[in-house]
């Protein structure tokens, strides 16, 4: 059995060395998620620079598995609705820096959830802190649109998607 993965991550390389010290290969920041390793070619002193490479890389992930086609909403992440709106709508809107940082509150606070665990609770509490669930909702009608879930989730009155 093996070991569950432990998600992904950024990992610092240590600089390899030879027989006599001599370093080889520097340091380097290597996003690691399951098998998979990817240098993000920033050595140790440019973490900020590995963060932003990671956070590529993970809105790359979840975007192809937003295309990945028709999916029950059980296995839908709201990332993946969201990378997906952000892709194909967003830069068309006249303030789409100002819509993607309401996405990114939404990410923030939704996006380790699934698409059907959406309720009013969560809804209401997000709308309390925060104020619309706009750019939510069209995500979804979106990514239900581009045919990647047969039909909407039971939605709570806040997103008035059905």
């Not at 839908?76 to 709508?89: K, S």
């Amino acid at each position: 059995m093996s070991a569950p993965s432990k998600g992904s991550r950024l990992w610092l390389r240590k600089a390899r060395r030879d027989e006599r010290g001599r370093i080889t290969h520097a340091s380097v920041w290597i996003i690691l998620d399951g098998k998979h390793q990817e240098s993000t070619e920033c050595g140790l002193d440019d973490r900020d620079g590995a963060e932003r490479t990671f956070e590529a890389y993970l809105n790359r992930k979840h975007l192809k598995a937003a295309k990945k086609g028709l999916r029950d909403p059980d296995q839908i992440p709201i990332a993946d609705v969201l990378a997906l709106y952000i892709d194909e709508i967003v830069p068309g809107h006249a303030r789409a820096h100002e819509t993607a940082q309401r996405i990114e509150r939404l990410l923030t606070f939704f996006g380790d959830k699934m698409l059907s665990a959406i309720n009013g609770e969560q809804c209401r509490a997000y709308a309390k802190s925060r104020s619309t669930l706009e750019e939510l909702r069209a995500a979804i009608n979106h990514h239900r649109r581009e045919g990647h879930f047969p039909e909407p989730p039971r939605c709570p009155e806040q997103l008035r998607c059905l």
